[in-house]
């Protein structure tokens, strides 16, 4: 097991790397989902950045999108920050119909009516991130997954419930309480059964490893009781 970082520079969230740590090691031979889920600032963002980091540092592709509420109604805004670095040789992997769908998605080519486009771009988003997969561990990394473009939560669901031997795993971020985006079927589809589907609730700091942080990060114009 590759260790996430320096034990000190991450402070009072050692189960919570544990477990990031427990899921990389998942990915390494087969589909794999972790969920962080907590308030508002509580650090879920600060946790993703780690993990993703580690996984970059084991040699995993790490693909990323991190939306934003104001962009939720944008369609497939997700799917073209997934995928903003596939170039022309990639999709010409994909079946024609496919290939067509993603260009659109990406914004590449002009869409035809007449295509069952929402269909066409989740099979070809499932070839793409299938095909990257098979040549080495994928981690898809997600901030604030309840903000997600329906279309691309419809998409990545899509791809979701037909993995089965990928080495693909979910990292995503959500706000206790919140709709999560993504249809709540997915964590029942048969690669996320058990041990390979997490869910962590992010709890707040205990006051000492408040005390460490602010010893480490004085807040100079406070008083201490503060």
Same mark, same amino acid.
């Given at each position: 097991?590759?260790?996430?970082?320096?034990?000190?520079?991450?402070?009072?969230?050692?189960?919570?790397?544990?477990?990031?740590?427990?899921?990389?090691?998942?990915?390494?031979?087969?589909?794999?989902?972790?969920?962080?889920?907590?308030?508002?600032?509580?650090?879920?963002?600060?946790?993703?950045?780690?993990?993703?980091?580690?996984?970059?540092?084991?040699?995993?592709?790490?693909?990323?999108?991190?939306?934003?509420?104001?962009?939720?109604?944008?369609?497939?805004?997700?799917?073209?920050?997934?995928?903003?670095?596939?170039?022309?040789?990639?999709?010409?992997?994909?079946?024609?119909?496919?290939?067509?769908?993603?260009?659109?998605?990406?914004?590449?080519?002009?869409?035809?009516?007449?295509?069952?486009?929402?269909?066409?771009?989740?099979?070809?988003?499932?070839?793409?991130?299938?095909?990257?997969?098979?040549?080495?561990?994928?981690?898809?990394?997600?901030?604030?997954?309840?903000? *997600?473009?329906?279309?691309?939560? &419809?998409?990545?669901? !899509?791809? =979701?419930? #037909? /993995? $089965? +031997?990928? %080495?693909?795993?979910? @990292?995503?971020?959500?706000?206790?309480?919140?709709?999560?985006? *993504?249809?709540?079927?997915?964590? &029942?589809?048969?690669? !996320?059964? =058990?041990? #390979? /589907? $997490? +869910?962590? %609730?992010?709890?707040? @700091?205990?006051?000492?490893?408040?005390?460490?942080?602010?010893?480490?990060?004085?807040?100079?114009?406070?008083?201490?009781?503060?």
């Amino acid at each position: 097991m590759a260790s996430l970082r320096p034990k000190d520079t991450m402070i009072g969230r050692a189960a919570e790397l544990r477990e990031v740590d427990q899921f990389l090691d998942l990915v390494e031979t087969a589909p794999a989902l972790l969920l962080l889920e907590g308030d508002p600032g509580i650090g879920k963002s600060t946790l993703l950045n780690e993990a993703l980091a580690a996984a970059r540092r084991r040699s995993y592709r790490v693909l990323e999108c991190r939306p934003i509420q104001a962009e939720a109604q944008l369609a497939y805004t997700a799917v073209g920050d997934l995928l903003a670095d596939v170039d022309d040789a990639e999709l010409t992997e994909l079946p024609e119909p496919q290939r067509r769908a993603v260009e659109v998605a990406l914004l590449r080519a002009e869409p035809d009516e007449h295509e069952l486009f929402p269909r066409a771009v989740a099979l070809g988003l499932r070839g793409v991130l299938g095909r990257r997969a098979s040549t080495q561990p994928t981690v898809v990394g997600i901030d604030d997954v309840h903000w *997600l473009d329906q279309p691309s939560a &419809r998409a990545l669901a !899509f791809v =979701a419930r #037909r /993995l $089965r +031997h990928e %080495r693909l795993g979910f @990292l995503l971020t959500g706000r206790r309480g919140e709709d999560l985006g *993504l249809p709540s079927d997915v964590g &029942r589809s048969p690669p !996320f059964a =058990a041990e #390979r /589907l $997490r +869910h962590v %609730r992010i709890s707040p @700091l205990r006051a000492a490893d408040l005390d460490l942080l602010l010893a480490r990060r004085p807040v100079l114009s406070e008083p201490p009781p503060l």
